[in-house]
């Protein structure tokens, strides 16, 4: 017996629009897209059932992860197909969605900020605001890399100006934007080919596990691989000799400057 406690199992488009929350015409917008079945119309009415309910929940849940309509569709569409779980589609989307960078844009105070430089050399933060590595919004100041500020300061400790710093960040970033994309392109396309084999849902979950640290290595080893390349092609072409450095005096009065590692033979007596 259906007692007043039970949930309804049939609703017209106000009671789906309160007992969901999503406005009516939104519902509306939801079906002309495709995301959302249709209803059952008996005479002139729409009847709706607790499946839409969980599909306007379905939704919302995909909008949060940032998820468009037409990309919200094309999931439902596959899922009433039977062609996903949406558990293990989550699953793996959850995973998608783990940083690889480990670092977010915060605020902090002024005193916070020198923290994060590791520095307190006047003109610091003005220097840090003209290279736009921090921003200021009153008494707060956002910090949009604190990683990328961090490198940034321990470069200066080393001679390389703030405007060095932040431009080399741009050339690397203007080149990993494409690399990350081609990439993510590759992979993608080799798993929607079952990297060669029958894989699973549980296969993909730790291949998008494992690549995360793995990525970072290897484009950790493959840039060092093409810097010692560039570097001696610099030396080899005799660029470097164009470099303006100091050149240390010799017992017999001449500018010597010695190589790296090399060490000053002892004057005999």
Do not use: C
Request: aromatic share 6%; no cysteine; proline share 5%.
């Amino acid at each position: 017996m259906t007692t007043s406690e039970d949930p309804p199992t049939e609703y017209t488009i106000d009671e789906l629009a309160a007992a969901s929350q999503v406005p009516s015409r939104t519902i509306r917008f939801y079906q002309s897209k495709g995301a959302l079945p249709h209803p059952q119309i008996r005479g002139r009415v729409a009847i709706y059932g607790p499946s839409h309910l969980e599909r306007l929940k379905l939704i919302a849940s995909l909008q949060d992860r940032g998820l468009r309509i037409d990309a919200i569709r094309e999931l439902t569409s596959r899922i009433d197909k039977g062609e996903v779980d949406v558990n293990e589609w989550l699953g793996i989307d959850a995973q998608l969605q783990v940083s690889w960078a480990d670092d977010q844009p915060r605020t902090a105070t002024e005193a916070e900020v020198y923290d994060l430089a590791g520095s307190r050399r006047p003109g610091l933060l003005g220097d840090l605001l003209r290279a736009k590595l921090v921003s200021r919004h009153g008494d707060v100041f956002l910090v949009r890399s604190p990683a990328l500020l961090q490198i940034a300061a321990r470069l200066e400790a080393t001679g390389i100006d703030l405007a060095t710093a932040t431009g080399g960040a741009e050339i690397i970033r203007k080149h990993m934007a494409r690399t990350a994309e081609d990439l993510a392109g590759y992979f993608f396309k080799q798993a929607r080919e079952g990297f060669g084999r029958e894989a699973g849902t549980d296969d993909y979950a730790a291949v998008f596990q494992a690549l995360r640290p793995l990525g970072i290595e290897a484009v950790r080893v493959v840039f060092g691989q093409e810097m010692d390349r560039v570097l001696r092609k610099l030396v080899e072409s005799g660029k470097t000799a164009t470099l303006p450095v100091k050149a240390k005096k010799s017992e017999e009065g001449l500018s010597i400057p010695l190589r790296p590692g090399q060490r000053r033979a002892r004057k005999l007596t």
